[in-house]
């Protein structure tokens, strides 16, 4: 049901992306470490909300649905107000428009197995990938202002956050292609098994 815990968890990490996107548009060093804060409790949720329904067997088809989506609005939301805000260093820009387009195929192909009533379930590298983009994410919102306002203005968060991003592209390729490679599969053996049934 949604008002169960575990999608309200999910649900209040959609409802933290305008939030998150409106704190970064006030180019402050302090706003930023308040939206560092609201995103770590969001990227918490994320491990929560799977943790919890299985703990109190609350696994529902919404649950499952919502949870991808919800982090596929986290990531995008968040990667296209940093570059908007050109808050993406390293070249990381190209980093952003690999991240898209994956997820925009991703998301297509799911629609289509969802059509055969098949599933695309999500794999150890493709959370993997979704980690290290949150972890690049979380120190890109920050910043260098963040981490001086911490006492941390030795770390450079910003070429941090760029150089995470770019190592996420490795499994975001990765798993792109094995999910692409799995619909193209399904595509093709609907198409000959309807092709041999006008046949017959």
Not at 71 to 76: A, E, Q, R, S, T
Not at 168 to 190: D, N
């Amino acid at each position: 049901m949604l008002t169960d815990l575990p999608n309200v968890l999910t649900l209040l990490r959609i409802a933290s992306i305008p939030l998150l996107v409106a704190l970064l548009a006030f180019h402050s060093p302090v706003a930023n470490v308040i939206a560092c804060l609201i995103y770590t409790a969001a990227c918490i949720t994320d491990y929560l909300d799977g943790a919890l329904a299985r703990r109190w067997h609350q696994l529902s088809e919404l649950g499952r649905m919502m949870d991808p989506i919800a982090d596929k609005l986290l990531v995008g939301a968040l990667l296209l107000a940093l570059a908007g805000l050109t808050h993406l260093p390293l070249f990381s820009l190209y980093a952003a428009i690999i991240i898209m387009l994956r997820e925009i195929l991703v998301s297509g192909l799911r629609e289509y197995m969802a059509s055969q009533r098949e599933t695309l379930p999500s794999t150890r590298l493709a959370k993997w990938k979704t980690g290290i983009q949150m972890v690049a994410i979380g120190f890109l919102i920050g910043g260098d202002g963040a981490a001086d306002m911490l006492g941390l203005s030795f770390l450079p968060a910003t070429m941090i956050g760029g150089g995470l991003l770019w190592i996420s592209v490795i499994p975001t390729v990765i798993t792109g292609w094995a999910y692409l490679t799995k619909g193209l599969s399904r595509m093709m053996s609907t198409q000959t098994r309807n092709s041999s049934n006008i046949v017959s």
